[in-house]
């Protein structure tokens, strides 16, 4: 993040999408709460997995994503990420 880059490398879980704000609410683990940009969210390995996608969700593409390239459907609620900029 460039406007807090002692953020950068931290780490939490997705906890729900905000529609109005267009992004994802982060509980990081220093127990604070951060709403962040998919954009600046990366996944990481070993994180929970995502359920199976439903037909609806399979008609999601790069194409629907973002203007930063990564659509909010990337993560789902329980999914662990680090923060990136």
Do not use: Y
């Amino acid at each position: 993040l460039k406007a807090q880059p002692h953020l950068n490398g931290e780490l939490g879980t997705v906890v729900e999408w905000d529609e109005g704000e267009g992004r994802w609410k982060v509980r990081m683990d220093d127990g604070s709460g951060k709403m962040l940009k998919p954009a600046n969210l990366q996944l990481l390995d070993g994180s929970m997995q995502a359920p199976p996608a439903s037909a609806e969700s399979n008609d999601i593409t790069g194409e629907a994503s973002s203007d930063f390239g990564i659509s909010q459907s990337s993560f789902v609620p329980g999914m662990r990420i680090e923060v990136c900029g």
